[in-house]
């Protein structure tokens, strides 16, 4: 028998050749949610009650309860979430197609421009002065992009001000160039979404949300440790829980490096 692709996954995953990294944030009661404008319904936090802990409700069992929003700690987005993404077939947490979970990634590290400006906006310019470095974004892969965001304390991690959050994100242009000229399968972030803090000032609001859910494709926010991934090269494993008409759920986000 020949030496088939997951026969050698197999052996290189023994060896250690190739590498499974977490780019999962910790999920407890102190996890950061999107605070919204105060006219509108806020997520809740996360929320855990012990049910029993080897004790009287449960002798030789632990288990506990939890609670949250769909959108909490490191979260996958589907294009239900969106209004203009609610009417595609495959577009919630159920519906999704398995065969899109599984996607190589793609990662930019704009960590000194978000440094240096808060509001810092990836363009298409960049990208692609990116991929004159790197190769050309595939079809159906992820962009990620590393802000080192997931390197700040919670009060820096929100950067509230009195006029909104101040967290870097995707320009208009940029969606429109990822969705349209790269056809990629989502947009993935170490913010707290995929969209830069100041967007609901953009023209569309959310543009990440806006035109990616629109075009079904897909977002991670609340990623960490995107400075451990090859810039290009690593594929990333990222099934929201199946809820039945989820807009998308809390995950494990793995990436396999070799
Ligand atoms: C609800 C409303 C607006 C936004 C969001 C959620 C998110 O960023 C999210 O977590 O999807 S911008
Ligand atoms: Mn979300």
Redesign the pocket.
Same mark, same amino acid.
């Given at each position: 028998m020949t030496n088939t692709t997951l026969d050698n996954l197999i052996t290189d995953l023994a060896s250690g050749t190739v590498q499974v990294v977490d780019l999962t944030v910790n999920l407890d009661e102190n996890t950061p949610v #999107?605070g919204?404008p105060e006219e !509108?319904k806020q +997520?809740p936090t996360f929320k855990m009650e012990k049910i029993s802990h080897f004790d009287d409700a449960g002798p030789a069992w632990y288990w506990n309860k939890f609670s949250c929003g769909e $959108?909490t700690g490191t $979260?996958f /987005?589907a294009p239900g $979430?969106?209004v203009t993404g609610k009417d595609y077939s495959d577009g919630c947490t159920d519906t999704i197609k398995p065969q899109d979970l599984v996607a190589p990634a793609n990662v930019i590290d704009v960590t000194k421009e978000c440094a240096e400006n808060p509001d810092y906006l990836l363009t298409p310019e960049k990208v692609q002065e990116w991929e004159a470095e790197h190769g050309k974004i595939e079809k159906d892969s992820w962009l990620l992009m590393n802000s080192g965001w997931s390197k700040r304390s919670v009060e820096d991690f929100l950067n509230y001000a009195e006029d909104g959050p101040h967290t870097p994100g995707p320009s208009v242009e940029c969606v429109k160039f990822l969705v349209e000229e790269r056809d990629v399968i989502g947009f993935g972030t170490e913010t #707290? =979404?995929? /969209?830069a803090g100041q *967007? !609901?000032l953009f023209d569309p609001q !959310?543009p990440s949300?806006h035109l990616m859910h629109g075009a079904n494709k897909f =977002?991670l *926010?609340s990623l960490t440790n995107l400075d451990k991934l090859p810039p290009k090269g690593s594929v990333l494993i990222t099934p929201p829980l199946k809820i039945v008409n989820g +807009? =998308?759920s809390p995950l494990r986000v793995l990436a396999l490096v070799s």
């Open positions: #999107i919204l !509108f +997520s $959108h $979260h /987005d $979430h969106w #707290i =979404g995929t /969209d *967007a !609901f !959310f949300h =977002g *926010a +807009s =998308g």
